[in-house]
Structures are given as C-alpha cells and as structure tokens.
C-alpha cells in the first residue's frame, strides 16, 4: 500500500462522517482527485477479505462491516421498524421520481397522503426536504438521503431494482400495480375511480 493509500485509509478511519474524494484529497492538502479515486478503489480492493470493508455510498466512502459478519454486532434486543405500507409506497415513490412534491405522490398513489407518513420517513433518516417546486403556491420537494441509500445497500439510485425485478421478489402486488396506472392505463372505462380512499393517520 502506497502513501496516499495509507492517509486515505487514517482519514476515513479517524473521519466521523463518510467522505466524498473531493473532500479527501483537499483534507490531505495536495492530492489529486483523480489520484484518491484510485487509491479509494485501492483500498477497497485490499479490505475485501477482511472483517470490514471500505464501501461508496452516494458518493461518500466509509468503512463499515463486512455483510456476512453483521449478525455477530446485532443487540440481542434489537427492535425492527417495519413501515407501514402506507409509508413504503411513499418512499419507493420518492426514491423513484424524485424530487416530488407531495401532491405529485398522491397523484401517483391515487389517495391522499398524510403528512405522518412523511414525517415517519423523515425521522427515519431516508426522505429529506429538496427544496421548492418553481411553480405557482412553491411546494415542498423531497428526495431521498444518503443514509437511505447506504441502510439499503446501495452505491446510486442507479441500483435501485426494476419494476420486474420488484415483482418477482413480491415487493408489488401484481393486482394492484400502482405503476401501471401510472404509465396511463386509466382506471375504469371512463378514466375515472369510482373509490377513494385515504392514509389512516394511525398507521403512520
């Protein structure tokens, strides 16, 4: 392992937060970008048998364990948080469009949405506010966090799974397929839904 390798690997150690390249190689004063990019990849090569490894999340590198040794940190009394569905089809609507405002996700969803469930996704550390839309009444954008990315596993948005990929798995039921509606099949033969429904504030 070179010199550069080795700052890059006490940086990111000793770092509190995950690091962009960038922001590694003005951290160590001269280094060039295009350098701590290879030796990052370097790096990561090396820990790849090890106990932890050296990983990208949204473009911010961080080291954290191994997947197949997880098991071994967990608390004995770890609490799951299991979102509502509610919540899950919010945020699979938000990682996939985003940014979106909330009138755009109920657009999608085809119910009302309420603010609990957002606030639940918030908390979570998954959705984050993005700004404003530049149209009339401004309203609030979201997206999607790093920390989203990184509790799933993934490097980019790019990862996420197809819609095929999501069906096959069970994660959307083939009956009531909210993408497909939203590609521009209409809901009944006159475009309209004949029902409506809305998020149950308990269950957020």
């Known amino acids: 392992m070179d010199d550069l390798a080795r700052a890059i690997e006490a940086a990111l150690f000793a770092a509190e937060e995950p690091m962009t390249a960038e922001a590694l190689a003005g951290f160590l004063g001269d280094a060039a970008v295009g350098d701590v990019r290879q030796a990052l990849r370097s790096v990561a090569q090396d820990y790849e048998p090890r106990g932890i490894h050296l990983v990208e999340r949204s473009k ?3 080291f954290e364990t191994a997947p197949d040794l997880a098991h071994l940190l967990r608390r004995e009394q ?9 919540a899950t089809e919010v945020l699979a609507i938000i990682a996939y469009h985003e ?9 999608i969803r085809g119910v009302q949405t309420s603010g609990g469930t957002l606030d639940v996704l918030m908390e979570a550390g998954w959705v984050r506010i993005a700004g404003r839309r530049e149209v009339p009444g401004r309203p609030t954008i979201y997206a999607t966090t790093p920390e989203f990315l990184e509790h799933f596993g993934l490097s980019s948005r790019r990862d996420l799974p197809g819609i095929a990929e999501l069906r096959a798995t069970g994660l959307l039921d083939p009956v009531d397929d909210a993408y497909d ?5 209409a809901t009944g033969e006159d475009g309209a839904d004949d029902t409506e429904r809305s998020d149950d504030p308990e269950e957020s």
């Open 60 to 62: 911010r590198w961080h």
């Open 78 to 86: 770890e609490q799951i948080r299991r979102l509502s569905r509610a």
């Open 99 to 107: 940014p979106v405002s909330r009138a755009e996700i109920e657009s």
């Open 181 to 185: 509606e939203l590609m521009g099949e």
